[in-house]
DNA sequence: AGCATTAGGAACCAATTGGTACAAAACACA
DNA sequence: TGTGTTTTGTACCAATTGGTTCCTAATGCT
């Protein structure tokens, strides 16, 4: 009927993605995005309207990509012990630190960022930390030390991991040492495994 | 020798501290932070150089503001046990939110913006983080349940604390729920209680 | 009183910001 | 082969960004 895209819609969103993730959003200019993104201005707006939408649109990209893959981990079933996956996953953040990937999460930065001001963006974000929350929830609930506990325990304790996990992404984005998230993790472990009926 | 300033420097600085802890370093913008501070481009320029010195500036004054205000809380030997000091500390972040302060900390805020593409700003932060650090270390040396551990168990522990903190921050500034915080809080609270030797 | 020195304030600046208009180009379908 | 529809890319836009210039005003010291 018209006149097909030339871009690779998949290729561009990832290039975005990829812009935002390492300069934020304030901090991505259109010049960079549309070079990452390999497209010019008419073409930007036209797929997807502002820069302010096309975040949104790459929001959702971040939770299909990243954040589905944290919450995989947590779920996965291979890892018996689901305390075995939480650690698993508090590696991978120590592991992108020692690769001196120091771009943290794009959620993360985002939560600290615009969500602050922009009711769109904060309840984007608020969806995907929930998602991540149940994800904790979920690992917890596989954990034979916590399996037992109550719901409303469980809760707690993934609101924790949480919140550990922001300050993580956020303390490696600022760079600091890989020693500080080292510890900070391992203490977090003992604590938990700590755990006792 | 010369002319004085006119302005009340304390109030000037103060008002850049506000502007910048609402809006973030890139967020304030000059108009905003001359109209905060109550002055001009000619006198900001001839005082501060420019945005990222005064910003640095402003950070040691966030320092002698707040994180100072925060660390002689945890050292505070008033309070007996470091464990009811450290209680104190997050409880006072839940009653920021309370009273719908949402600006977060100005500090991991900074930590989650410039500092990761700035050495200075970053060598800034990471000085004022290590400041919190110590504070904890300091309250953890004098809780009870505590004190016997060693060194490095101490360490590890503070840091942990630190990473809670700088969560905590993030998620108050993107608007989380008051539980989410309250939940995150008392279950580190019951986690770092249950520790016994 | 006069001079050196500094603060204050407005006008000005180039560069960049996000966003739009519009014409040319590429296709689908008849 | 046309015709309608949509994508592209360029040129353009006003507004805002952080930063400078420069003249005037205010002061301290001699």
Redesign the interface.
């Known amino acids: 009927m018209a006149r097909p895209r030339e871009f690779n819609e998949d290729k561009a969103l990832e290039g975005a993605m990829n812009v935002f993730w390492a300069h934020?959003y304030?901090?991505a200019s259109l010049p960079e995005l549309l070079k990452g993104m390999g497209l010019t201005r008419g073409s930007l707006y036209k797929a997807y309207k502002d820069k302010k939408s096309l975040f949104i649109n790459i929001l959702h990209r971040y939770d299909e990509a990243e954040v589905e893959k944290a919450t995989q981990l947590l779920g996965d079933e291979n890892l018996k012990d689901g305390l075995d996956r939480i650690d698993k996953l508090f590696a991978s953040v120590l592991s992108a630190i020692e690769q001196e990937d120091?771009r943290?999460c794009l959620l993360?930065?985002?939560?600290?960022?615009p969500?602050?001001?922009d009711k769109q963006i904060?309840e984007a974000?608020?969806g995907l930390?929930n998602k991540m929350k149940s994800g904790f929830e979920i690992a917890l609930k596989d954990s034979s030390q916590h399996a037992e506990l109550s719901k409303e325990r469980l809760?707690?304790?993934a609101?924790?991991l949480?919140?550990?996990?922001?300050?993580?992404r956020?303390?490696s984005?600022?760079?600091?040492s890989k020693e500080?998230?080292k510890?900070?993790i391992?203490?977090?472990m003992?604590?938990?495994n700590?755990?006792k009926e």
Chains 1, 2 share one sequence.
């Open positions: 934020g304030e901090g120091y943290g993360c930065s985002a939560a600290a960022g969500a602050h001001n904060s974000v608020h930390l809760g707690q304790l609101d924790l949480l919140t550990q996990y922001v300050g993580l956020i303390l984005r600022s760079q600091a500080t998230l510890r900070s391992s203490s977090l003992i604590l938990l700590s755990e």
